[in-house]
């Protein structure tokens, strides 16, 4: 089993910026994905970014493209999401998920391991 626990989440003003954390514990893999999603009221999951564990390489959706950065602390078993210039439509609970292999993919069913969720809340 693997257990991922997120923080880092809270209430921010537009403009402003939040670092997401995602702590991984539990069965190693040699090689996998960890991901970010975020899902609002009433909307379905969505693809916010991705990391591959063992190249580094990195995946983002349009949406946030050039506002967020996807980083990885090897040692800590840690995917940091850092958020920049947050509008409110950023307004969402952000979940962090790992999926086995090293393939990067932005479908929700493709990854087999997810945390609790943290709320992010973003104020004009």
């Known amino acids: 089993q693997v257990q991922l626990v997120e923080s880092g989440g809270g209430l921010v003003q537009a403009g402003g910026s939040l670092r997401l954390s995602c702590a991984a514990s539990?069965?190693?893999?040699?090689?996998?994905?960890m991901g970010w999603f975020r899902q609002a009221p009433g909307k379905e999951r969505e693809f916010v970014s991705a990391i591959s564990w063992s190249s580094g390489s990195t995946y983002y959706a349009d949406s946030v493209k050039g506002r967020f950065t996807i980083s990885r602390d090897n040692a800590k078993n840690t995917v940091y999401l850092q958020m920049n210039s947050l509008k409110p439509g950023d307004t969402a609970v952000y979940f962090c998920?790992?999926?086995?292999?090293?393939?990067?993919?932005?479908?929700?069913?493709?990854?087999?391991?997810w945390g609790q969720g943290t709320q992010v809340t973003v104020s004009s």
């Open positions: 539990g069965r190693t893999f040699s090689s996998y994905v």
């Open positions: 998920a790992r999926k086995g292999g090293p393939v990067l993919n932005t479908k929700p069913g493709a990854y087999d391991y």
